[in-house]
Each structure stands twice: as structure tokens, then as C-alpha cells.
């Protein structure tokens, strides 16, 4: 599976939107872009996840470049039970692959009152 | 509530004992995979199980861990002779493949809340 970079933490402030980017420049065709959090103590957390298409549910919205080299989750309006630790992860959709999922270090969003 | 469940949420034991951890996963989900995520990492892939077969184990999980899925129902993870490189966080997930937007398969996993294993 492809590696991804994110950065280490960032800061936003209750009310805004917060916007998470990822790096995957080596990300292959029939490989997913998936996002996970982590809010401190619990099981990381399906958010959202898009192979090439921008994709929006009721928690966030993924942007994928045009190239799918990098993405960008968006929470439209931060709130502070949003802080958490949040994970991008590449992963191939189909296969035969047994679908582990691959954390890095993620980045740690903290919203701010 | 994510729906798998883990048992206990806590266990503090001393070097050298076995300890064994439960998941129960959404019972609908045919597929269960057991992580481990140590402080300030995240989590690392352990084994998987589709039903009942064990079909990956990682390199992470020595001879000292063995994990089983009787019935293809609920997992245990036994740890023997645990050591104190052993402390982590212990997590459970399931997932089961559906058909998503555009007719591709999807398959995100539901977590539970982990065990928190401490060796003294």
C-alpha cells in the first residue's frame, strides 16, 4: 500500500471548517484514499473514503486531486468533539487483498473554543 | 457505539502470566482483524480472519500470541508468558464488503474500544 504524509498536528477554531491534507504521490490506480480518527482512549473511527471522485457523507468531505496525489478531508464545522487524531490511509479496494488497514502517525486536530 | 465490543477494556498483569482477550464483532460481519497500538503510534495490523479462517498473521505476532475464531462468530486473543513490550492498546475491528456509490465494493472497518493490557 501506497505511504502517505500528513502533518503532525494542527489547530482550528470552533465553528470553522477544518481542513486535513494528505500527501500519497505514489498511490496506484485501483488504490482507495481512506480517512479514520482517533479521538484519545477510543477505537479509530471510519470517516469517509474516495477512489478518484470527491466524496461527501454526513460527517466530512474528501477532495481528491486531480492527479490523486494528494487529498484533503474538510469538516465544514469544527467542533470541539472533533478533536481527535485523524488518519489517512491508501488502500487497495479489490483483489484479494485482505484489506488490513496501515496507520502512520496521523495528524492530531485540536479545535480550539 | 461502533457495535464490536472487546472484553475487558482493561487488564493489568504481571510478566510472565497469559492473558486472553475477547471481541465480539457486528454480527452480520465476516471479517475481524486484530491491531495493536502502542502511545503515540498508531495502530499496527496483527491477523485477520475471514468466518473462521486465519488467513494473515502478521510478523509482529510472535509465537507467544495466538488469536482463534471459533463459529466465525466472536475472537480471542491469547497472549502467553506476556513481557512488558507487550503493553499496548489491544484493538478489535469486523468489516464486511458492500456494494458503495458507482457499484465498487466497499469495505471500512468498525472498531471496537480496545484493551489496554499493562505488564508489570
Known amino acids: 500500500d501506497a505511504k502517505t504524509t500528513q502533518p503532525p498536528s494542527m489547530d482550528c477554531a470552533e465553528g470553522r471548517a477544518a481542513n486535513l491534507p494528505c500527501n500519497h504521490s505514489?498511490?496506484?490506480?485501483?488504490?482507495?484514499v481512506y480517512w479514520y480518527r482517533q479521538i484519545h482512549s477510543q477505537g479509530p473511527q471510519y470517516i469517509i473514503h474516495?477512489?478518484?471522485n470527491n466524496e461527501t457523507n454526513e460527517m466530512a468531505s474528501l477532495i481528491i486531486t486531480e492527479d490523486r496525489k494528494s487529498s484533503t478531508l474538510i469538516l465544514p464545522h469544527a467542533t470541539l468533539r472533533d478533536t481527535a487524531v485523524y488518519y489517512c490511509?491508501?488502500?487497495?479496494?479489490?483483489?484479494?487483498?485482505?484489506?488490513?488497514?496501515?496507520f502512520g502517525k496521523g495528524t492530531l486536530l485540536t479545535v480550539n473554543p | 457505539d461502533t457495535g464490536v465490543s472487546q472484553d475487558p477494556r482493561h487488564k493489568i498483569t504481571k510478566r510472565g502470566q497469559n492473558v486472553t482477550f475477547r471481541c465480539d464483532p457486528i454480527?452480520?460481519?465476516?471479517?475481524l482483524y486484530w491491531y495493536r497500538q502502542t502511545l503515540g503510534q498508531g495502530p499496527e495490523f496483527l491477523t485477520y480472519?475471514?468466518?473462521?479462517?486465519?488467513?494473515?498473521k502478521s510478523r509482529l505476532l510472535s509465537d507467544r500470541f495466538s488469536a482463534e475464531r471459533p463459529k466465525g462468530s466472536f475472537s480471542t486473543l491469547e497472549i502467553q508468558r506476556t513481557e512488558q513490550g507487550d503493553s499496548a492498546m489491544y484493538l478489535c475491528?469486523?468489516?464486511?464488503?458492500?456494494?458503495?456509490?458507482?457499484?465498487?465494493?466497499?469495505?471500512?472497518?468498525?472498531f471496537g474500544p480496545g484493551t489496554r493490557l499493562t505488564v508489570t
Open positions: 475491528a469486523s468489516s464486511q464488503p458492500r456494494r458503495a456509490s458507482g457499484g465498487a465494493r466497499s469495505y471500512e472497518q468498525y
Open positions: 505514489t498511490i496506484s490506480g485501483n488504490e482507495y
Open positions: 474516495g477512489l478518484k
Open positions: 490511509i491508501v488502500r487497495v479496494g479489490s483483489g484479494g487483498s485482505n484489506y488490513k488497514l496501515t
Open positions: 454480527s452480520e460481519h465476516n471479517r
Open positions: 480472519f475471514q468466518n473462521e479462517a486465519q488467513l494473515e
